[in-house]
């Protein structure tokens, strides 16, 4: 079945850094979303991409979907604490027009933690 | 609007029970999809629903099972539980499905002794 290799596993980063991280897949996807979740909680869309070669930002946040649809990476610039959590990248290959959504694979997770 | 809710939020069951966990989506949102996550496992799709019909599966056993109401709130069970089975079950809506953003609610946490 399609897997993603998401990278870095964890992250320990000072307050202020940028941070980067990626998904790659063996697999063509249609579309890249990355979420955030924190404990006990569900997670949480944080930009979705929807074209080969797009480059989306949202506050600090910047992704960019591949141009050979088989990869993604996220950019936090400026970190702060609450931007602690785990972000999980997730792919998904949408079937034809008018048919169904196909579940989301997902990576295993960047755990990012913040030093003051 | 309302986000995704999921009910109960924990659930304690023994080995052999079966259980019903439930999911109301975001306001006009008719595709439902069911989710586990597990520390080893990671996120795994389970199955999805769309107009009270199921559309996609994931590679999960028969004892699995889901369904959706007409007022587009899904319902899934797990039959004759086993250790395995407990994790965060995560259920996420969106409008039509195809190429529609997912949202998450909370999660039910199930612990299976």
């Known amino acids: 079945g399609q897997q993603l290799n998401q990278s870095p596993q964890s992250m320990f980063i000072q307050e202020g850094e940028d941070v980067s991280m990626n998904c790659t897949s063996s697999?063509?996807?249609?579309?890249w979303l990355w979420y955030k979740q924190d404990p006990g909680e569900g997670p949480v869309l944080l930009i979705a991409?929807?074209?080969?070669?797009e480059l989306t930002s949202n506050g600090r946040l910047t992704a960019q979907f591949g141009i050979t649809r088989k990869d993604s990476f996220l950019n936090i610039s400026a970190s702060i604490p609450s931007d602690v959590g785990i972000y999980f990248c997730?792919?998904?290959?949408?079937?034809?027009?008018?048919?169904?959504?196909?579940?989301?694979?997902f990576g295993k997770g960047t755990h990012l933690i913040i030093q003051p | 609007k309302a986000g995704v809710t999921q009910t109960p939020r924990y659930l304690i069951k023994t080995r052999g029970q079966q259980v019903t966990l439930s999911c109301s989506p975001i306001?006009?949102?008719?595709?439902v999809s069911w989710y586990q996550q597990t520390p080893g496992q990671g996120l795994q799709f389970l199955f999805e629903?769309?107009?009270?019909?199921?559309?996609n599966k994931g590679n999960f056993p028969g004892r699995f099972s889901g369904r959706q109401f007409s007022n587009s709130r899904s319902e899934m069970n797990v039959s004759t539980l086993e250790l395995g089975d407990s994790a965060l079950y995560l259920c996420?809506?969106?409008?039509?499905?195809?190429?529609?953003?997912?949202?998450f609610g909370p999660g039910t946490r199930l612990l299976v002794l």
């Open positions: 629903y769309f107009s009270e019909t199921q559309r």
């Open positions: 306001s006009g949102h008719r595709s």
């Open positions: 991409l929807y074209k080969a070669g």
């Open positions: 697999s063509i996807f249609n579309t």
């Open positions: 996420a809506s969106s409008f039509a499905g195809s190429q529609e953003t997912q949202y």
């Open positions: 997730a792919g998904q290959l949408n079937a034809v027009s008018g048919g169904g959504a196909d579940g989301l694979t």
